[in-house]
Protein backbone atom coordinates (compact mmCIF):
# COMPACT_ATOMS: atom_id res chain seq x y z
CA UNK A 1 0.00 0.00 0.00
CA UNK A 2 1.10 3.66 -1.06
CA UNK A 3 1.59 6.21 1.56
CA UNK A 4 -0.95 8.33 -1.09
CA UNK A 5 -3.49 5.29 -0.94
CA UNK A 6 -3.18 4.76 3.16
CA UNK A 7 -3.74 8.75 3.39
CA UNK A 8 -6.92 8.24 1.39
CA UNK A 9 -8.45 5.59 2.91
CA UNK A 10 -7.67 7.46 6.20
CA UNK A 11 -9.32 10.39 5.45
CA UNK A 12 -12.48 8.40 3.88
CA UNK A 13 -12.45 6.84 7.04
CA UNK A 14 -12.26 9.96 9.22
CA UNK A 15 -15.09 11.94 6.63
CA UNK A 16 -17.30 9.07 7.63
CA UNK A 17 -16.79 9.06 10.86
CA UNK A 18 -17.43 12.60 11.62
CA UNK A 19 -20.46 12.61 8.72
CA UNK A 20 -22.10 9.75 11.21
CA UNK A 21 -21.75 12.17 14.16
CA UNK A 22 -22.93 14.93 12.93
CA UNK A 23 -25.92 13.04 11.96
CA UNK A 24 -26.83 11.60 15.17
CA UNK A 25 -26.05 14.19 17.08
CA UNK A 26 -28.15 16.75 14.58
CA UNK A 27 -24.97 19.07 14.48
CA UNK A 28 -25.01 20.43 11.04
CA UNK A 29 -21.47 21.95 10.99
CA UNK A 30 -19.98 18.81 12.19
CA UNK A 31 -22.04 16.82 9.57
CA UNK A 32 -20.72 18.78 6.81
CA UNK A 33 -17.11 18.42 7.84
CA UNK A 34 -17.54 14.42 7.46
CA UNK A 35 -18.90 14.90 4.28
CA UNK A 36 -16.39 17.27 3.21
CA UNK A 37 -13.52 15.31 4.26
CA UNK A 38 -14.72 12.19 2.58
CA UNK A 39 -14.92 14.10 -0.57
CA UNK A 40 -11.57 14.68 -0.18
CA UNK A 41 -10.31 10.97 0.62
CA UNK A 42 -12.20 10.10 -2.18
CA UNK A 43 -10.62 12.63 -4.17
CA UNK A 44 -6.52 11.52 -2.41
CA UNK A 45 -7.89 7.44 -3.40
CA UNK A 46 -8.15 8.65 -6.95
CA UNK A 47 -4.96 10.32 -7.43
CA UNK A 48 -3.27 7.83 -5.90
CA UNK A 49 -3.92 5.70 -8.74
CA UNK A 50 -2.44 7.81 -11.23
CA UNK A 51 0.98 7.30 -8.94
CA UNK A 52 3.18 4.69 -10.34
CA UNK A 53 6.87 3.49 -9.09
CA UNK A 54 8.34 0.50 -11.10
CA UNK A 55 10.53 -1.29 -8.66
CA UNK A 56 14.10 -2.04 -9.75
CA UNK A 57 14.52 -5.17 -11.94
CA UNK A 58 10.78 -4.79 -13.56
CA UNK A 59 8.93 -3.00 -16.17
CA UNK A 60 5.40 -1.82 -15.82
CA UNK A 61 2.51 -3.19 -18.94
CA UNK A 62 -0.50 -0.91 -19.12
CA UNK A 63 -3.82 -1.77 -20.15
CA UNK A 64 -5.80 1.46 -21.08
CA UNK A 65 -9.68 0.88 -20.95
CA UNK A 66 -10.32 2.10 -24.86
CA UNK A 67 -7.12 1.12 -26.20
CA UNK A 68 -6.50 -2.24 -24.96
CA UNK A 69 -2.44 -3.20 -23.61
CA UNK A 70 -0.05 -0.34 -24.60
CA UNK A 71 2.93 -1.24 -26.95
CA UNK A 72 5.47 0.43 -24.60
CA UNK A 73 6.02 -0.83 -20.90
CA UNK A 74 6.54 1.50 -18.26
CA UNK A 75 10.52 1.11 -16.97
CA UNK A 76 11.74 1.56 -13.46
CA UNK A 77 10.95 4.93 -11.77
CA UNK A 78 8.32 7.23 -10.91
CA UNK A 79 5.08 7.79 -13.49
CA UNK A 80 2.06 8.96 -13.72
CA UNK A 81 -1.29 7.01 -15.08
CA UNK A 82 -4.75 8.00 -15.95
CA UNK A 83 -6.97 6.45 -12.71
CA UNK A 84 -9.39 4.31 -13.67
CA UNK A 85 -8.48 4.15 -17.30
CA UNK A 86 -5.34 3.14 -17.20
CA UNK A 87 -4.09 -0.18 -15.17
CA UNK A 88 -0.25 -1.07 -14.55
CA UNK A 89 0.86 -4.65 -14.25
CA UNK A 90 4.63 -5.09 -12.85
CA UNK A 91 6.73 -7.90 -14.81
CA UNK A 92 9.89 -9.35 -13.33
CA UNK A 93 12.66 -9.26 -16.20
CA UNK A 94 15.83 -10.44 -13.77
CA UNK A 95 16.67 -14.02 -14.24
CA UNK A 96 14.71 -16.38 -12.04
CA UNK A 97 14.76 -19.94 -11.68
CA UNK A 98 12.54 -22.48 -10.35
CA UNK A 99 12.83 -26.17 -9.85
CA UNK A 100 11.16 -29.56 -10.92
CA UNK A 101 12.11 -32.36 -7.83
CA UNK A 102 11.12 -35.20 -5.98
CA UNK A 103 11.44 -33.45 -2.80
CA UNK A 104 8.55 -31.07 -4.02
CA UNK A 105 6.76 -33.77 -5.58
CA UNK A 106 7.28 -32.58 -9.10
CA UNK A 107 10.11 -34.28 -10.34
CA UNK A 108 10.03 -35.32 -14.10
CA UNK A 109 8.92 -38.70 -15.16
CA UNK A 110 10.21 -40.14 -18.59
CA UNK A 111 10.81 -43.56 -20.25
CA UNK A 112 14.09 -44.34 -21.83
CA UNK A 113 14.88 -45.45 -25.33
CA UNK A 114 14.49 -48.87 -24.37
CA UNK A 115 11.36 -48.15 -21.98
CA UNK A 116 12.66 -48.17 -18.72
CA UNK A 117 11.38 -45.44 -15.90
CA UNK A 118 13.76 -42.06 -15.78
CA UNK A 119 13.19 -39.57 -13.01
CA UNK A 120 14.52 -36.51 -13.22
CA UNK A 121 15.26 -33.49 -10.97
CA UNK A 122 15.71 -30.57 -12.74
CA UNK A 123 16.57 -26.33 -12.49
CA UNK A 124 15.47 -24.24 -15.08
CA UNK A 125 16.83 -20.14 -15.28
CA UNK A 126 15.33 -18.30 -17.27
CA UNK A 127 14.16 -14.83 -18.13
CA UNK A 128 11.77 -12.34 -19.36
CA UNK A 129 12.18 -10.33 -22.59
CA UNK A 130 12.60 -6.88 -20.78
CA UNK A 131 11.02 -5.16 -24.45
CA UNK A 132 8.28 -8.07 -25.34
CA UNK A 133 6.65 -7.95 -21.86
CA UNK A 134 4.01 -6.17 -23.31
CA UNK A 135 3.32 -8.70 -25.45
CA UNK A 136 3.50 -11.55 -22.84
CA UNK A 137 0.99 -10.30 -21.34
CA UNK A 138 -1.23 -10.12 -23.95
CA UNK A 139 -0.34 -13.47 -25.63
CA UNK A 140 -0.52 -15.36 -21.84
CA UNK A 141 -0.49 -13.12 -18.55
CA UNK A 142 0.81 -12.59 -15.23
CA UNK A 143 1.09 -17.08 -15.25
CA UNK A 144 3.24 -17.74 -18.05
CA UNK A 145 5.15 -19.75 -15.58
CA UNK A 146 2.61 -22.15 -14.83
CA UNK A 147 0.68 -22.05 -18.17
CA UNK A 148 3.59 -22.45 -20.69
CA UNK A 149 7.18 -22.41 -19.30
CA UNK A 150 7.01 -25.22 -16.88
CA UNK A 151 4.70 -27.48 -18.73
CA UNK A 152 6.86 -26.64 -21.54
CA UNK A 153 9.92 -27.69 -19.50
CA UNK A 154 8.35 -30.94 -18.58
CA UNK A 155 7.84 -32.09 -22.46
CA UNK A 156 10.95 -31.12 -23.66
CA UNK A 157 12.69 -33.41 -20.94
CA UNK A 158 10.57 -36.17 -21.41
CA UNK A 159 10.85 -36.15 -25.26
CA UNK A 160 15.38 -35.75 -25.11
CA UNK A 161 15.40 -38.94 -22.61
CA UNK A 162 13.28 -41.01 -25.10
CA UNK A 163 16.16 -40.73 -27.22
CA UNK A 164 19.29 -42.50 -25.10
CA UNK A 165 19.23 -45.87 -23.19
CA UNK A 166 19.14 -45.89 -19.71
CA UNK A 167 22.99 -46.43 -19.07
CA UNK A 168 24.04 -43.49 -21.20
CA UNK A 169 22.13 -40.86 -19.07
CA UNK A 170 24.43 -41.47 -16.38
CA UNK A 171 27.14 -42.08 -18.18
CA UNK A 172 29.07 -40.14 -21.22
CA UNK A 173 25.98 -38.67 -22.69
CA UNK A 174 24.29 -36.88 -19.45
CA UNK A 175 26.24 -33.69 -20.78
CA UNK A 176 24.67 -34.23 -24.27
CA UNK A 177 21.26 -34.65 -22.55
CA UNK A 178 21.72 -31.08 -20.73
CA UNK A 179 22.46 -29.19 -24.04
CA UNK A 180 20.12 -30.85 -26.67
CA UNK A 181 17.29 -30.46 -23.53
CA UNK A 182 18.25 -26.48 -22.90
CA UNK A 183 18.54 -25.86 -27.13
CA UNK A 184 14.92 -27.50 -27.46
CA UNK A 185 13.67 -25.40 -24.66
CA UNK A 186 15.01 -22.22 -26.04
CA UNK A 187 13.30 -22.39 -29.41
CA UNK A 188 10.23 -23.51 -28.14
CA UNK A 189 10.17 -20.68 -25.62
CA UNK A 190 11.08 -17.70 -27.41
CA UNK A 191 8.53 -17.17 -29.52
CA UNK A 192 7.16 -16.56 -26.14
CA UNK A 193 9.24 -13.57 -25.20
CA UNK A 194 10.67 -15.93 -22.39
CA UNK A 195 14.66 -16.34 -23.54
CA UNK A 196 15.43 -19.84 -21.23
CA UNK A 197 19.40 -19.00 -19.57
CA UNK A 198 20.21 -22.32 -18.47
CA UNK A 199 18.87 -25.89 -17.63
CA UNK A 200 20.55 -27.99 -15.03
CA UNK A 201 19.60 -31.56 -14.80
CA UNK A 202 20.64 -31.96 -10.96
CA UNK A 203 19.42 -36.20 -10.97
CA UNK A 204 18.78 -38.38 -13.39
CA UNK A 205 17.51 -41.53 -11.37
CA UNK A 206 17.57 -45.10 -13.14
CA UNK A 207 15.58 -48.31 -12.23
CA UNK A 208 18.30 -50.08 -9.06
CA UNK A 209 18.43 -53.45 -11.42
CA UNK A 210 19.63 -51.15 -14.10
CA UNK A 211 22.41 -49.69 -11.96
CA UNK A 212 23.39 -52.51 -10.11
CA UNK A 213 24.15 -54.52 -13.74
CA UNK A 214 26.35 -50.83 -14.54
CA UNK A 215 28.49 -51.18 -11.51
CA UNK A 216 28.89 -55.11 -12.09
CA UNK A 217 29.69 -53.98 -15.52
CA UNK A 218 32.06 -51.76 -14.69
CA UNK A 219 33.56 -53.91 -11.98
CA UNK A 220 34.45 -56.36 -14.26
CA UNK A 221 35.91 -54.03 -17.06
CA UNK A 222 38.17 -52.56 -14.44
CA UNK A 223 39.11 -56.32 -13.21
CA UNK A 224 40.15 -57.22 -17.76
CA UNK A 225 42.15 -54.20 -17.19
CA UNK A 226 43.82 -55.24 -13.90
CA UNK A 227 44.55 -58.42 -15.61
CA UNK A 228 45.74 -57.14 -18.57
CA UNK A 229 48.20 -54.91 -16.89
CA UNK A 230 49.28 -58.04 -15.08
CA UNK A 231 49.90 -59.71 -18.21
CA UNK A 232 51.86 -56.79 -19.77
CA UNK A 233 53.88 -56.50 -16.70
CA UNK A 234 54.51 -60.86 -17.06
CA UNK A 235 55.68 -60.03 -20.89
CA UNK A 236 58.08 -56.74 -19.93
CA UNK A 237 59.59 -59.06 -17.01
CA UNK A 238 59.98 -61.98 -19.39
CA UNK A 239 61.58 -59.82 -22.32
CA UNK A 240 63.76 -58.35 -19.48
CA UNK A 241 64.96 -62.31 -18.77
CA UNK A 242 65.43 -63.01 -22.56
CA UNK A 243 67.59 -60.00 -22.49
CA UNK A 244 69.38 -60.87 -19.32
CA UNK A 245 70.12 -64.28 -20.61
CA UNK A 246 71.21 -63.15 -24.37
CA UNK A 247 73.15 -60.83 -22.40
CA UNK A 248 74.67 -63.91 -20.30
CA UNK A 249 75.13 -65.47 -23.46
CA UNK A 250 77.07 -63.14 -25.61
CA UNK A 251 78.92 -62.68 -22.78
CA UNK A 252 80.36 -66.31 -22.39
CA UNK A 253 80.92 -65.82 -26.10
CA UNK A 254 83.23 -63.45 -25.37
CA UNK A 255 84.84 -65.11 -23.14
CA UNK A 256 85.09 -68.96 -24.78
CA UNK A 257 86.20 -66.54 -27.69
CA UNK A 258 88.88 -64.39 -25.58
CA UNK A 259 89.86 -67.61 -24.20
CA UNK A 260 90.39 -69.51 -27.53
CA UNK A 261 92.30 -66.86 -29.19
CA UNK A 262 94.70 -66.38 -25.72
CA UNK A 263 95.12 -70.45 -26.09
CA UNK A 264 95.92 -69.93 -30.01
CA UNK A 265 98.41 -67.56 -29.41
CA UNK A 266 100.21 -69.63 -26.65
CA UNK A 267 100.45 -72.43 -28.46
CA UNK A 268 102.21 -70.41 -31.33
CA UNK A 269 104.17 -68.76 -28.56
CA UNK A 270 105.54 -72.36 -26.71
CA UNK A 271 105.65 -73.90 -30.96
CA UNK A 272 108.22 -70.74 -31.90
CA UNK A 273 110.11 -71.10 -27.82
CA UNK A 274 109.81 -74.59 -26.76
CA UNK A 275 111.79 -73.68 -23.88
CA UNK A 276 108.55 -72.25 -22.02
CA UNK A 277 107.45 -75.46 -21.42
CA UNK A 278 110.54 -75.66 -18.94
CA UNK A 279 110.17 -72.60 -17.57
CA UNK A 280 106.41 -73.21 -16.37
CA UNK A 281 107.33 -76.97 -15.10
CA UNK A 282 109.90 -75.25 -13.45
CA UNK A 283 107.39 -72.46 -11.76
CA UNK A 284 105.23 -75.26 -10.97
CA UNK A 285 107.49 -77.20 -9.06
CA UNK A 286 109.25 -75.41 -7.11
CA UNK A 287 109.47 -74.49 -4.19
CA UNK A 288 109.41 -78.41 -3.39
CA UNK A 289 112.18 -79.60 -6.03
CA UNK A 290 115.45 -78.57 -5.14
CA UNK A 291 117.53 -79.76 -8.21
CA UNK A 292 115.98 -78.91 -11.80
CA UNK A 293 117.29 -80.97 -15.26
CA UNK A 294 117.51 -78.49 -17.49
CA UNK A 295 118.24 -78.69 -21.67
CA UNK A 296 121.35 -77.50 -22.86
CA UNK A 297 124.43 -78.15 -25.26
CA UNK A 298 125.81 -79.29 -22.26
CA UNK A 299 124.47 -81.14 -19.25
CA UNK A 300 123.97 -79.25 -16.40
CA UNK A 301 122.66 -79.91 -12.58
CA UNK A 302 120.58 -76.85 -11.29
CA UNK A 303 120.78 -77.05 -7.55
CA UNK A 304 118.03 -74.72 -5.93
CA UNK A 305 119.09 -75.68 -2.18
CA UNK A 306 122.28 -74.00 -2.81
CA UNK A 307 121.36 -71.07 -4.59
CA UNK A 308 118.80 -70.37 -1.94
CA UNK A 309 121.18 -70.55 0.62
CA UNK A 310 124.25 -68.64 -1.11
CA UNK A 311 121.80 -66.39 -2.82
CA UNK A 312 122.53 -63.67 0.70
CA UNK A 313 126.21 -63.69 0.38
CA UNK A 314 126.50 -64.19 -3.97
CA UNK A 315 124.59 -63.26 -6.29
CA UNK A 316 126.18 -65.77 -8.72
CA UNK A 317 123.97 -68.87 -9.60
CA UNK A 318 125.68 -72.37 -8.97
CA UNK A 319 125.28 -74.71 -12.30
CA UNK A 320 126.97 -78.12 -11.16
CA UNK A 321 128.05 -79.57 -14.79
CA UNK A 322 126.38 -83.39 -15.27
CA UNK A 323 128.84 -86.13 -15.59
Known sequence: MTPVLFLALALLAGGIALAVQGVQSERGPLRSLGVVVTLLGLVTAGLSQAFVVVPAGNVG??????????????????????????????????????????????????RSSEGLEINVDATIIYQVAPTEA???????GPSYEAVRVRPEVRSQIRDAIGEYAAAELIS???TELQQNVEASLREALDGDNVRIRSVLLRDIRIPTTITTAIEEKQAAEQQVEVEENRRRQAEIAAQRRVI????????AIARAEGESEALRLRGEAIRDNPEII???????????????LLPSDNNFLLDLRSLGQRSSTS?????????
Open 61 to 110: VVFNVFGGVQDDELNEGFHIVLPVLQQVTLYDVRQQEFTLAQSTGDQVTA
Open 134 to 140: ARLHQDI
Open 172 to 174: TLR
Open 244 to 251: EAEGERDA
Open 278 to 292: DLEVAQRLAPGIDTI
Open 315 to 323: PTDSVLPLP
